[in-house]
T-cell receptor
Framework: AQSVTQLDSQVPVFEEAPVELRCNYSSSVSVYLFWYVQYPNQGLQLLLKYLSGSTLVKGINGFEAEFNKSQTSFHLRKPSVHISDTAEYFCAVTEGGSQGNLIFGKGTKLSVKP | EPEVTQTPSHQVTQMGQEVILRCVPISNHLYFYWYRQILGQKVEFLVSFYNNEISEKSEIFDDQFSVERPDGSNFTLKIRSTKLEDSAMYFC??????????????FGPGTRLTVL
């Protein structure tokens, strides 16, 4: 069975600092990986996804993530955060070729301080 | 930009009552999903729906739950007899193709269900 672990439940960071949100997954089959963001009182919005090919994936709002198969990780990074990046970030996985139900991590609350 | 909508945004009900949560997926999408998030816990998959039938469901989705696409636009989740532990945020999602092909699921803003 697949599972996703987001090691950090909360990450406080100052504006313009770099940030990395960690995500590890476990699966015995090929997977697709996703990062979603949830702003307060809003639904989940896709930031980026990894399907195949280049292991470095660029998404919206300046975020990127790197797929590392040997470490079963898909960490999310941004070189310089803004106050507006304050939100909860969810890593998710789905099994390739399946109907596509997403397995989510518990989420990481990113808090950007001025 | 097309979006998934959900109504109501907040539903309060008494234990044992039936509730229906409504979703309008993106119009040309073919795959529909329900997820829930109990406060402080993970977003959990409930059910997926394609071609007017359930394609996959989780252990959470027991006989108390049902889904329906009553017309060409709505997708509903019914909980027949609510329990306290059904209190959660319920998210609807839709995609054009199965996400197992890599397609993106688009999520609605959620309905917060409170069971008293």
């Amino acid at each position: 069975a697949q599972s996703v672990t987001q090691l950090d439940s909360q990450v406080p960071v100052f504006e313009e600092a770099p940030v990395e949100l960690r995500c590890n997954y476990s699966s015995s089959v090929s997977v697709y990986l996703f990062w979603y963001v949830q702003y307060p009182n809003q639904g989940l919005q896709l930031l980026l996804k990894y399907l195949s090919g280049s292991t470095l994936v660029k998404g919206i709002n300046g975020f990127e993530a790197e797929f590392n198969k040997s470490q079963t990780s898909f960490h999310l990074r941004k070189p310089s955060v803004h106050i507006s990046d304050t939100a909860e970030y969810f890593c998710a996985v789905t099994e390739g070729g399946s109907q596509g139900n997403l397995i989510f991590g518990k989420g990481t609350k990113l808090s950007v301080k001025p | 930009e097309p979006e998934v909508t959900q109504t109501p945004s907040h539903q309060v009900t008494q234990m044992g009552q039936e509730v229906i949560l409504r979703c309008v997926p993106i119009s040309n999408h073919l795959y529909f999903y329900w997820y829930r998030q109990i406060l402080g816990q993970k977003v959990e998959f409930l059910v997926s729906f394609y071609n007017n039938e359930i394609s996959e469901k989780s252990e959470i989705f027991d006989d108390q739950f049902s889904v329906e696409r009553p017309d060409g636009s709505n997708f509903t989740l019914k909980i027949r007899s609510t329990k306290l532990e059904d209190s959660a945020m319920y998210f609807c999602a839709s995609s054009n193709q199965a996400s197992g092909s890599g397609d993106t699921q688009y999520f609605g803003p959620g309905t917060r269900l409170t069971v008293l």
